[in-house]
């Protein structure tokens, strides 16, 4: 009987180990919570972008719209007029983008126009550049220009018109931008190459925007008023 008396019986813990109990499960607590607000964060900043929105068209000229359809049913190119109007229009969305994010009307108005003219190009780049990674099908890469919706219309409208090659086709950046000029094979493999590499930095939307905003607010290279917002 003494043999097995006290078996079952559960050991009370310490108070220090009490205390060390509490503290792990307090940050625990507070780690779970803090990354509930940065998910929540970058939510918004996903949601700001308008990545999302299933149509994009409303700020597109109709003209501009039109040369795309024809890009992806007869692989044309663009031509500079449509190359002008999609810079405009890519321009247009990045500025919006960061009208909406309240940090940056923390900022001076001198501050705020330095990012503008210096960062935003930058970031334009990135957003171009995103479009064009070496995985991508078409209807991946227009759909952060057109939207889900408008481009899931275009691909039923071209396969209804008996539209072949659809299945496999993929956009380049130069059929979409001629801004570079290159002076053979060799600078043109390596501008092509920096083009995806650049394309492939993010794994998904919420990282783009993430990698955009950091470019955005990079203070490198310019005469901030203040530095420290």
């Not at 759909?143 to 889900?148: I, K």
């Not at 950046?173 to 650049?198: G, P, Q």
Request: one cysteine or more; proline letters at 3%.
């Amino acid at each position: 009987k003494l043999k097995f008396e006290g078996k079952g019986k559960r050991k009370r813990p310490s108070s220090s180990g009490q205390r060390e109990s509490q503290d792990e499960e307090l940050e625990t607590s507070t780690r779970n919570d803090h990354s509930k607000n940065d998910l929540a964060t970058i939510s918004n900043y996903v949601a700001a972008s308008d990545y999302w929105e299933t149509s994009k068209v409303n700020d597109m000229d109709t003209e501009l719209i039109r040369k795309i359809i024809r890009m992806i049913a007869f692989q044309a190119n663009l031509d500079e007029t449509g190359q002008e109007q999609l810079k405009a229009v890519m321009i247009t969305r990045a500025k919006k983008f960061a009208n909406k994010i309240t940090e940056f009307h923390s900022l001076c108005p001198l501050d705020k126009s330095q990012i503008l003219s210096h960062n935003l190009p930058l970031v334009v780049m990135l957003s171009n550049c995103s479009m064009f990674s070496n995985h991508l099908l078409w209807k991946t890469q227009m759909s952060p220009l057109l939207g889900t919706g408008e481009v899931d219309k275009l691909d039923t409208k071209l396969r209804t018109l008996n539209v072949t090659g659809l299945d496999s086709l993929q956009m380049t950046y130069r059929r979409f931008f001629k801004t570079v000029e290159t002076k053979n094979e060799e600078e043109e493999r390596r501008f092509t190459d920096l083009v995806a590499d650049i394309g492939s930095w993010h794994q998904d939307p919420s990282e783009l925007i993430l990698l955009s905003l950091t470019i955005l607010f990079c203070p490198d290279m310019l005469d901030l008023t203040d530095r420290g917002k």
